[in-house]
Structure formats: structure tokens, C-alpha cells
């Protein structure tokens, strides 16, 4: 089942901070995170195991809740580089099949 | 390592023709997966494979799509009597054997159905 992504869109200005919600009505393993500019393939940020703990890198960050099923990415300060649209995948357990949400489009501007 | 490989890049075809896009995985990459998407919308699972076998299929994939993966390596995606409908980007995307490992996409195929 298709996960929810909200918003689904987010205009800012660089250094602004945004969050990107992906929430699934069936119990999770795994939350992926990627990012994909247009005309361009999608690209790997992270991924978030069920047990595991909030993950990151420089800027970006994402949590996960395994309870509420809930998983969310962090960008602060952003970049114009952080622009594109960013997708969640959550997998089921054993399933090893990413399911991807309808994606939200970040633009940043100068 | 040169990433995921897909040909071709672009492809126009009639209605009705066939058309067959491969996909290249990373060397030693033994999980491989299909998607489809359209303008908009996120990744749509079509099918996945482990080495050769093909482990799931979309109930979403009308018989008019096949997949096969010979011998553990490349993969090939057919669409049969192709219609309007199944003008989108085909995406591969493969993964190690190891749990929790990222997904690497190709470029895709982006298949325009006239």
C-alpha cells in the first residue's frame, strides 16, 4: 500500500528549514528516502530500520516511529542544491520491495 | 563500477508494437527491480527479481508485461501490444544481497506510446 507524503509541495528560501512527512497505515521494516531532479534518476539518501535510530547527514536527517508508522525528513538550512522532489519508500517486513509515496516537490530559492 | 545501465534511453513506438528494454545491474548486485512512473507520481513497483528468479509481480501488471532476468545478470522488460497507457519512464533499479541496502536506479526509459 501506497504511503501518504505530506506536503506535497515546499517553497523556501535558502536557509530555511523544512519537513517532509511519510506515514503508512501498515506496520513497517524499513523507511527509504530519496530524491529525484528532474529528468534525473532518483538518488539514495537514507534508509531507517524499525529499532534503529535517527539517521543523518550534514543537513538532512530523517526519524522514524515505528508505532505511529510515521517516518520524517529533516532539511535545515537549505541549499539550492536541495531542490527536486523527494520521495519515501517503506517496506513491509520480508517484502524487500520499496513502496514509494507520490513525492513532494521542494524548491529553494536564492 | 559504473552504476545501473539502462537502453535505450528514449523510445517512441505505434500502438499495438512491441517494444523490450534492458537493464544493466550493478556487477554482484543480486536484487533487481522494475518501476514504472509518470509525470508526477512516484515510483510504481512493476516486478522484483533475486538472481534469476522472479519473486513478485504487481497485480497492477496486465499479461502484457513480461520480465525475465537469464542467468542472475541483465534484465529484460517487454511490453506487448503496447497501448497509450503505458506511456511512463521505466525505472531498474538494483541492490546487494545484504538487508536494508539502497536501492542504486538506472536513467531509465522514457516510452512514448503514439
Known amino acids: 500500500q501506497q504511503p501518504v507524503q505530506s506536503p506535497q509541495a515546499v517553497i523556501l528560501r535558502e536557509g530555511e528549514d523544512a519537513v517532509i512527512n511519510c506515514s503508512s497505515s501498515?506496520?513497517?521494516?524499513?523507511v527509504h528516502w530519496y530524491r529525484q531532479k528532474h529528468g534525473e534518476a532518483p538518488v539514495f539518501l537514507m534508509i531507517?530500520?524499525?529499532?534503529?535510530e535517527q539517521k543523518g547527514h550534514e543537513k538532512i536527517s530523517a526519524s522514524f516511529n515505528e508505532k505511529k508508522q510515521q517516518s520524517s525528513l529533516y532539511l535545515t538550512a537549505s541549499q539550492l542544491s536541495y531542490s527536486g522532489t523527494y520521495f519515501c519508500?517503506?517496506?513491509?517486513?520480508?517484502?524487500?520491495?520499496?513502496?514509494f509515496g507520490r513525492g513532494t516537490s521542494l524548491i529553494v530559492h536564492p | 563500477d559504473t552504476g545501473v545501465s539502462q537502453d535505450p534511453r528514449h523510445k517512441i513506438t505505434k500502438r499495438g508494437q512491441n517494444v523490450t528494454f534492458r537493464c544493466d545491474p550493478i556487477?554482484?548486485?543480486?536484487?533487481l527491480y522494475w518501476y514504472r512512473q509518470t509525470l508526477g507520481q512516484g515510483p510504481e513497483f512493476l516486478t522484483y527479481?533475486?538472481?534469476?528468479?522472479?519473486?513478485?509481480k504487481s497485480r497492477l501488471l496486465s499479461d502484457r508485461f513480461s520480465a525475465e532476468r537469464p542467468k542472475g545478470s541483465f534484465s529484460t522488460l517487454e511490453i506487448q501490444r503496447t497501448e497509450q497507457g503505458d506511456s511512463a519512464m521505466y525505472l531498474c533499479?538494483?541492490?546487494?544481497?545484504?538487508?536494508?541496502?539502497?536501492?542504486?536506479f538506472g536513467q531509465g526509459t522514457r516510452l512514448t506510446v503514439v
Open positions: 533499479a538494483s541492490s546487494r544481497r545484504d538487508r536494508d541496502t539502497e536501492a542504486f
Open positions: 501498515k506496520a513497517l521494516y524499513s
Open positions: 531507517l530500520l524499525k529499532g534503529g
Open positions: 519508500g517503506t517496506e513491509r517486513g520480508g517484502s524487500y520491495i520499496p513502496t
Open positions: 556487477s554482484e548486485h543480486n536484487r
Open positions: 527479481f533475486q538472481n534469476e528468479a522472479q519473486l513478485e
